[in-house]
């Protein structure tokens, strides 16, 4: 079995979804890379900029080079300089993390942010931020796509990246009806992700939080704007809340028993009860890590999830729990933008920030 670091894992995740965002790109005019959207940084190719310069100013953070100011406007870069400079910045990235790891990623950083304030975090941290960050703006990315027709089938979720690479042997009679349905299944094998509690329990913190800031600003929303239809996520505010939280029950379920059926068509909570039922299945799940061992979250849960059984390792489902909030968050806050709330800022910076 081939292992690598948890934060590893998340980046090989945010260069496959990169690749699979771009691809699907290939062919768009000038006019649709650059029609304005009120959406990530208002246009396709603006969010994607946005996507390689985050990472290109972290990684020069992180090395310690002078400040710059970050920089937004794209201004007309053609996809195929954007592929090539991020497969740079990857190349380069990777470099560093194998460094990284040999200290556990331990290495406190000072930095000043786009305001030129101080900062200093921890490596290990900055990286789940920027690792993080790519799955929200891909989320929105997704989202301009299917403005063009354009889409991938099921997504770019954690989760279906493993299911391209498994650590573990996904079921013979399951490859064909995934490849059908246009996944990748078993394209080539894949690598466990090492145990680290230290990092999950903190990428949950951060999801707890940015959860409860979602929450709290659908507060002063009523019945007709948390069921306003949308074309992006799960149709609406209360049912892309409400399946962040079947989600999260359905792991819990399957932790204990494989194959249990994901929560489908139950009749519409209210915010009260979400918030409710959030604090619950949170509480569950944070006890189910702090009691897991290093040969417990490396065991293979069988699950289905309406379509053909798959398998992952249960370390793999706790990433997997973690990216899939923070993109559908993504979605939660640009509704809230449309519906007059003015979206919380939920980046992980911001609650490193936070304290």
Request: proline share 5%; hydrophobic share 40%.
């Amino acid at each position: 079995m081939r292992t690598v670091t948890v934060e590893q894992d998340l980046f090989d995740h945010n260069d496959w979804g990169n690749a699979k965002i771009l691809a699907l790109c290939d062919g768009l005019t000038d006019e649709q890379l650059d029609r304005p959207r009120e959406m990530g940084f208002g246009s396709l190719r603006n969010t994607l900029f946005h996507l390689l310069e985050a990472e290109r100013i972290w990684l020069e953070r992180w090395l310690g080079q002078p400040w710059r100011p970050l920089e937004v406007d794209a201004a007309g870069m053609p996809l195929a300089k954007l592929t090539e400079a991020l497969g740079e910045v990857a190349a380069a990235r990777n470099e560093l993390l194998a460094r990284e790891a040999a200290s556990g990623f331990a290495r406190t950083v000072d930095f000043q942010d786009s305001r030129q304030t101080a900062w200093s975090f921890q490596i290990g941290d900055l990286l789940n931020h920027v690792s993080n960050h790519g799955i929200h703006h891909r989320a929105q990315a997704l989202n301009f796509l299917r403005g063009f027709e354009r889409s991938i089938a099921a997504g770019v979720d954690y989760l279906f990246w493993k299911m391209a690479q498994p650590s573990c042997e996904l079921p013979s009679e399951s490859l064909e009806p995934l490849r059908a349905y246009g996944l990748e299944a078993a394209t080539r094998p894949g690598a466990t992700p090492e145990f680290d509690k230290n990092r999950i329990t903190r990428y949950f913190q951060y999801n707890d939080w940015a959860m409860s800031q979602v929450l709290e600003a659908a507060r002063p929303l009523d019945d007709s704007r948390l069921d306003q239809p949308f074309e992006m996520g799960m149709a609406s505010l209360r049912k892309s809340i409400q399946h962040m939280l079947d989600a999260e029950r359905w792991w819990l379920a399957n932790w204990a028993v494989d194959n249990s059926p994901f929560p489908r068509d139950e009749a519409p909570r209210s915010l009260p009860a979400m918030n409710e039922q959030f604090a619950q299945v949170s509480g569950q799940r944070n006890a189910f890590v702090d009691a897991l061992d290093g040969d417990d979250a490396t065991r293979v849960v069988h699950v289905t999830a309406g379509g053909p059984k798959t398998c992952f390792r249960v370390t793999e489902s706790l990433l997997q729990l973690c990216s899939h909030g923070t993109h559908h968050r993504a979605q939660c806050l640009n509704m809230l933008r449309q519906l007059g709330v003015k979206p919380p800022a939920i980046d992980l910076i911001v609650w490193l920030r936070a304290g």
